[in-house]
């Protein structure tokens, strides 16, 4: 069955960096687009980045656009978010995820703390 799994979460301070992964297993990770949102409490989850099976076509949420960066290693069946110029509005679950026909799947998600 389709398995993600997110990590490398954390505390940070505005301005800070950090970059998540997301393992995937389970299906033929390079045949399927890879996308990354995230929640924040009392707010619906948002699409944050958007990255094609082979990574020619990226998107943005608008809000992070020049902050982060998608990426991924088909190879190693895994999806990079990398967060630079992290703000306190970043603050949120973090959470991978892939379409496989009418199906969603989701990692469990990984916390993302933006404070000083």
């Known amino acids: 069955q389709v398995q993600l799994v997110e990590s490398g979460g954390g505390l940070v301070q505005p301005g800070g960096s950090l970059r998540l992964s997301c393992l995937a297993s389970?299906?033929?990770?390079?045949?399927?687009?890879m996308r990354w949102y995230r929640q924040a409490p009392g707010k619906e989850r948002e699409l944050v980045a958007k990255?094609?099976?082979?990574?020619?076509?990226?998107t943005y949420l608008d809000s992070v656009k020049g902050r982060f960066t998608i990426s991924r290693d088909n190879a190693k069946n895994t999806v990079y978010l990398q967060m630079n110029s992290l703000k306190p509005d970043d603050t949120a679950v973090y959470y991978c995820?892939?379409?496989?026909?009418?199906?969603?799947?989701w990692g469990q998600g990984t916390q993302v703390n933006v404070s000083s």
């Open positions: 990255i094609t099976s082979g990574g020619v076509r990226i």
């Open positions: 995820n892939v379409v496989i026909g009418l199906k969603e799947s």
């Open positions: 389970g299906f033929t990770f390079s045949s399927y687009a």
